[in-house]
């Protein structure tokens, strides 16, 4: 079964304390995988698509990357409006999945000034 | 201008009541979606529509049905709710199926009293 597990649940930091977000997954042919930010009473906001294995995105103090099974969001010196939920989400190839977006629970990051 | 926008943004009723929410997209985009985000904020996917016509149809009791008249809206019907139909409803489009980013909606904030 496909699945999307994102680590940990909810992680706080100080300002300027760089850390990073985990996103495993389990598909049967992945065709590319997302990243997004919520905020509170908002609809996710695309940040990231990686498409292959060793692929890396940058904006601002994020950068994602990707391994044949998981995915990190490494934040850099993060500020306190960084904090919100980060979506992982996956789009598998092929069959009845095709066309799809499976998201993980989601990481809340808050960070203190 | 909003790219993906939803209406209600918040919808109370009744048990047994029937409510559409609408979405409208004017980014040009081929496919639209609809995904329910539950209490523990985890987003699903309920259906999936490319050029009017339905491609995805996840697990979803008959009393959804989503319409989409045109390649720019997608609607969703609800036919008598449930108590456990409250939740956040998110409408999203993308350019192709799976393939790009999706844009979400700001949600439809649906309670079933």
Redesign the interface.
């Known amino acids: 079964e496909d699945q999307v597990t994102q680590s940990p649940e909810a992680l706080r930091l100080q300002e300027g304390e760089s850390s990073s977000l985990n996103c495993s997954y389990t598909v049967s042919g992945l065709r590319g995988l997302f990243w997004y930010r919520q905020d509170p009473g908002k609809g996710p906001e695309f940040l990231f698509t990686l498409y292959s294995a060793g692929e890396e995105k940058e904006k601002e103090r994020l950068k994602a990357t990707l391994t044949k099974k998981e995915s990190f969001l490494h934040i850099t010196a993060p500020k306190p409006e960084d904090s919100a939920t980060y979506l992982c989400a996956v789009s598998m190839a092929g069959g009845t999945s095709y066309g799809k977006l499976t998201f993980g629970q989601g990481t809340i990051l808050t960070v203190h000034p | 201008d909003t790219a ?1 926008s939803q209406t209600p943004k918040y919808l109370v009723t009744q048990m047994g009541n029937d409510k559409s929410i609408k979405c409208e997209q004017n980014l040009g985009h081929d ?1 639209m ?1 609809w995904y329910k985000q539950d209490s ?6 309920m259906f ?1 529509y ?1 050029n009017k016509e339905l ?2 149809n ?1 697990t979803v009791p008959n009393r959804f049905s989503p319409k989409s008249p045109d390649k720019a809206h997608l609607n969703l019907h609800i036919n008598s709710l449930e108590l456990g139909d409250s939740a956040v409803y ?1 409408c ?1 489009s993308s350019q192709y ?11 439809t904030r649906l309670t079933v009293v």
Do not use: H, M
Request: charged letters at 25%; proline letters at 0%; glycine letters at 12%.
């Open positions: 993906v496919t979606y523990k904020k985890f987003l699903k996917i999936s490319n491609i995805i996840e998110f999203a199926r799976g393939d790009t980013e999706a844009f979400f909606g700001q949600g």
